[in-house]
């Protein structure tokens, strides 16, 4: 999937995320380090506010036949606007 294209699936997926969501509702929002600014774009284009990014450290990793083994993983805590 191309850059525009990926930012687009973001865009679709945060609409109803944001209109099904009260204000006061928190939302754990993991994400790639490489599509950090892709996923802050879109959160914000659809009223998604990001408090702070949290770093996920793993216990240990064994994830059996997963490609993707990181012992951590950024995610956003964030509610709307």
């Known amino acids: 999937m191309g850059n525009a294209n990926f ?3 973001l865009l679709d997926t945060f ?3 944001a209109n099904a969501c009260k204000s ?3 939302m754990y929002i993991f994400h790639s380090p490489k599509t950090q600014a892709q996923f802050e774009s879109a959160m914000a ?3 998604i ?11 240990n990793v064994n994830h ?3 490609k993707y083994k990181a012992k951590h993983e950024p995610f956003f805590y964030a509610h709307k606007k």
């Open 24 to 26: 006061t509702a928190p």
């Open 45 to 47: 284009e659809k009223g």
């Open 7 to 9: 930012y687009e699936f």
């Open 15 to 17: 609409e109803p995320i």
């Open 64 to 66: 059996v036949g997963a």
């Open 49 to 59: 506010e990001v408090i702070s990014q949290l770093i996920w450290n793993k216990p």
